[in-house]
T-cell receptor, first 114, second 114 residues
Framework: GAVVSQHPSWVICKSGTSVKIECRSL??????MFWYRQFPKQSLMLMAT?????????EQGVEKDKFLINHASLTLSTLTVTSAHPEDSSFYIC??????????FGPGTRLTVL | GNSVTQMEGPVTLSEEAFLTINCTYT??????LFWYVQYPGEGLQLLLK?????DKGSNKGFEATYRKETTSFHLEKGSVQVSDSAVYFC?????????????FGKGTTLSVSS
């Protein structure tokens, strides 16, 4: 149990376009979902925390208008990178937690912006 | 603030060798400490955790002890296997405005050869 999926696993887009990444908890209801960003050979950096039905809480330095997060249900959160630019190219990872706070991670999405 | 520092990799070992991956942390309060493992092509998985000082987390032959006096949580395994080849992340829990989030180290790549 406690499986989290992400879709797509890999995406290439042109500069200026928007990209949506989905994160789903497949066999449990996630009270909280987290979005992380990972640069090569760097640690995972928390971008935002979202609770179902409420606005996401963004970490300092993360532009909320650029990285739109929607957490419409207890099993789905989406991250939309708006007007993507090459510097947004990265590995985006989501995690989901149940009430006991243990986080379960998705496999990640590799975004490349040309 | 909260931060995690772990040894740089890659770590290259022969099968059955002893493994140590160092991890130290700075934190306000008394966080829980974690080791996560990421196998090629998969998401992060919780390997072990410790929630208070002097606790020892263990799983699959790996161990780590929460040392408050040295602010460390070093990962050890007595005899590694080829299947242990992966990236290992040390992490601590931190309370944010939206709940409890994880602060990660940069990750250490372990490569075990037969």
């Amino acid at each position: 149990g406690a499986v989290v999926s992400q879709h797509p696993s890999w995406v290439i887009c042109k500069s200026g376009t928007s990209v949506k990444i989905e994160c789903r908890s497949l066999d449990f209801q996630a009270t909280t979902m987290f979005w992380y960003r990972q640069f090569p050979k760097q640690s995972l950096m928390l971008m935002a925390t979202s609770n179902e039905g409420s606005k996401a809480t963004y970490e300092q330095g993360v532009e909320k208008d650029k990285f739109l997060i929607n957490h419409a249900s207890l099993t789905l959160s989406t991250l939309t990178v708006t007007s993507a630019h090459p510097e947004d190219s990265s590995f985006y990872i989501c995690s989901a937690s149940r009430e006991n706070n243990e986080q379960f991670f998705g496999p990640g999405t590799r975004l490349t912006v040309l | 603030g909260n931060s995690v520092t772990q040894m740089e990799g890659p770590v290259t070992l022969s099968e059955e060798a002893f493994l140590t991956i160092n991890c130290t942390y700075t934190a306000t309060g008394y966080p829980s400490l974690f080791w996560y493992v990421q196998y090629p092509g998969e998401g992060l998985q919780l390997l072990l955790k410790a929630t208070k000082a002097d606790d020892k987390g263990s799983n699959k032959g790996f161990e780590a002890t929460y040392r408050k006096e040295t602010t460390s949580f070093h990962l050890e395994k007595g005899s590694v296997q080829v299947s242990d080849s992966a990236v290992y992340f040390c992490a601590l829990s931190a309370t944010t405005g939206a709940g409890t989030a994880l602060i990660f180290g940069k990750g250490t790549t372990l490569s075990v050869s037969s």
